[in-house]
């Protein structure tokens, strides 16, 4: 039998469900979030960005999220080789307004905002499997696994299983972004001392690879994204990918010489997508349940916040006044879009051979070194300052393919079969 009517149901209780729960919530509308897993749970995406600061002001978690995190100043990337690495500091990155970020275990990260958004008001079960929306003219009905629920909107923020998105057959795969990641935590890991231990440190051989993520003084969250014909070929277990990995990479066999992997070693597969819509009459998809690029510049959390944000600022005002939802529910698919295309143009540039060369060499000339830095921190607002300068990296990197402009990168080390 079907219950009370909510202004909207959320589906999923990670970052981009429990974002929008707390800022509906915070605004006295009904919320509910139905969330498969019972909290404490595995989930990957640790390393979070710059930008997503201002948001945890807003949702009233940054001192508790601030007790239990890491703190982030900054990326490294390195050759796989050991050869040529560049270390960045978001307090140099462009005209930024936020110098840092957190490196944070996701199980804990998500437990404070699902317990944030149940302090606010929002009602949310654990334990309740979504299993299908159907859409009427005045509202949905929600099937899962323990009845039906129903509300005015539902915003899908089931992450990549994304509910909506695929009974709707909106997924579309980037056909160039089909990767493997197998990951797992470590103790025993090398770190730098001071500032430069707090880095997501980066590690590139050709067709793969590496993060490292410090989680606190012991731990470090560690995986390897390779293409996913590569991982096919290879026909490895993804504890033996790994493995076999590290051994290729001079960088990371002595990084990891000392290592010690606690717990299982997780994987995910053809994880890039994105749906054709992100809304409709009743709907509104957000997070990774819109579309996920890759994991490299670590945007995932930083997209299912902002998106989370940008569909609760929507529904706030469309349940006041419905006739304003085709505009707004538009503006929002052009905003998400818009910051998804950014993304994906410099995620496509990553996994081209120029640019790692390019990165690596030091520029301060037209501070385009820094302009980088404030894309990788989230900047994702128009700044003409920032918008030339990436115009012109990308220039200089499509340059680098005919003429060596910066060093080239010669002890090329692969995954490919023949070459293990
Ligand atoms: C290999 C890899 C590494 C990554 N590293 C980073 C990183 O360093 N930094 C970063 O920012 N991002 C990273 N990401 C991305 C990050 O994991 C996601 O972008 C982020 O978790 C998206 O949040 P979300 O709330 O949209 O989805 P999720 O975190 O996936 O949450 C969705 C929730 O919905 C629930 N759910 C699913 N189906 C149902 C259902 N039928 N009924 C009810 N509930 C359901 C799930 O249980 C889950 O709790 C990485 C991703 C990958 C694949």
Redesign the pocket.
């Known amino acids: 039998m079907a219950e009370q009517e909510y202004d909207v149901a959320i ?7 429990t974002t929008p729960a707390i800022l509906l919530a915070q605004k006295g509308r009904r919320v509910i979030v ?4 019972k909290f404490p ?1 595995f ?7 710059p930008y997503s600061m201002g948001a945890f002001d807003r949702l009233g978690v940054r001192e508790v999220l601030k007790s239990k995190a890491m703190p982030k100043n900054g990326a490294e990337i390195a050759t796989a080789c050991g050869s040529r690495m560049v270390k960045f500091y978001f307090k140099n990155g462009f005209r930024l307004k936020h110098g840092d970020a957190f490196q944070i275990e ?1 199980a804990v990260f ?1 437990q404070v905002l699902l317990d944030r958004a149940r302090e606010v008001g929002a009602e949310c079960r654990e334990g ?3 299993e299908s929306v159907d859409f009427r003219e005045d509202g949905v009905s929600i099937r899962t696994n323990s009845g039906e629920v129903r509300a005015r909107y539902v915003i899908d ?5 994304s ?1 909506i998105g695929n009974q709707l057959q909106l997924r579309r795969p980037y056909p160039n972004l089909r990767k493997f ?1 197998c ?1 797992g935590h470590f103790t025993g890991v090398q770190r730098d001392e001071g500032i430069d231990g707090t880095l997501t440190r980066l590690v590139r051989g050709e067709g793969f690879w590496f ?1 490292l ?1 410090p989680l606190d003084a012991e731990r470090t969250s560690v ?1 390897l ?1 390779m293409d996913a014909a590569t991982f096919r070929a290879r026909k490895l277990s993804p504890e033996a990918m790994l493995e076999a990995a590290f051994e290729a990479s001079p960088l990371m066999k002595e990084r990891m010489a000392a290592a010690k992997r606690i717990g299982e070693v997780h994987s ?1 597969g053809d ?1 890039s997508f994105r749906n054709e819509r992100f809304t409709g009459d009743r709907w509104m998809l ?4 819109a579309g ?1 690029i890759d ?1 490299i510049f ?7 916040i902002q998106s989370g944000e940008l569909a609760a600022d929507a529904l706030d005002r469309v349940l006041d006044d419905p006739a304003c939802r085709d505009r707004l529910f538009a503006a929002y698919q052009k905003r998400v879009g818009g910051i998804m295309d950014k993304y994906l143009r410099f995620v496509t540039a990553w996994y081209e051979p120029e640019f790692i060369e390019v990165f690596t060499t030091p520029a301060k000339r037209f501070q385009l070194a820094a302009a980088v830095n404030a894309v990788l921190a989230g900047h994702v607002g128009f700044s003409w300052g920032i918008w030339w300068r990436m115009e012109l990296f990308y220039l200089v990197c499509r340059l680098q393919r005919k003429v060596p402009l910066c060093p080239r990168i010669t002890d090329h080390i692969t995954l490919e079969p023949q070459a293990a």
């Open positions: 589906i999923g209780g990670g970052p981009a469900g139905l969330e498969r897993e749970r989930r990957i995406g640790e390393s979070l960005l996701r998500d309740v499997h979504v923020a089931s992450g990549r299983n509910i990641s990951f993060w993520i995986g994204v995910a994880y957000a997070g990774d349940a996920f994991p670590s945007t995932g959390v930083f997209l299912a």
